[in-house]
Nanobody, 125 residues
Framework: QVQLVESGGGSVQAGGSLTLSCVVSGHAASDYRMGWFRQAPGKGREFVAAIGRYGISTYYADSVKDRFTLSRDTAKNTIYLQMRSLNSEDTALYYC??????????????????WGQGTQVTVSS
């Protein structure tokens, strides 16, 4: 079993930046591909970004491409989502997720087996 713990959420003004972290622990944690999803009130869970096992391959939703950067520190079993130029549409509960399946830019929530509890990001205009 693998455990995911997110941190780094908060409130920020439009145009600002935040970095989310997700620590992965448990059996064979380094074997997992990782991703971030978000869910705004009244909406479904939306793919944000994903990263391969070694941190080389990254994939982004069109809505965040060129604004968000996903990276992985394999030594610390931690992934980081750097978010900049935030706007009100980025307001959501952000979830870290892990999977043993291949990931891509079209990954959906069903691709991922394990989920964190979520961290709230609120962008005010």
């Amino acid at each position: 079993q693998v455990q995911l713990v997110e941190s780094g959420g908060g409130s920020v003004q439009a145009g600002g930046s935040l970095t989310l972290s997700c620590v992965v622990s448990g059996h064979a944690a380094s074997d997992y591909r990782m991703g971030w999803f978000r869910q705004a009130p009244g909406k479904g869970r939306e793919f944000v970004a994903a990263i391969g096992r070694y941190g080389i391959s990254t994939y982004y939703a069109d809505s965040v491409k060129d604004r968000f950067t996903l990276s992985r520190d394999t030594a610390k079993n931690t992934i980081y989502l750097q978010m900049r130029s935030l706007n009100s549409e980025d307001t959501a509960l952000y979830y870290c997720a892990a999977t043993l399946r291949p990931v891509s830019g079209t990954s959906t929530s069903t691709t991922f087996e394990h989920w964190g509890q979520g961290t709230q990001v609120t962008v005010s205009s």
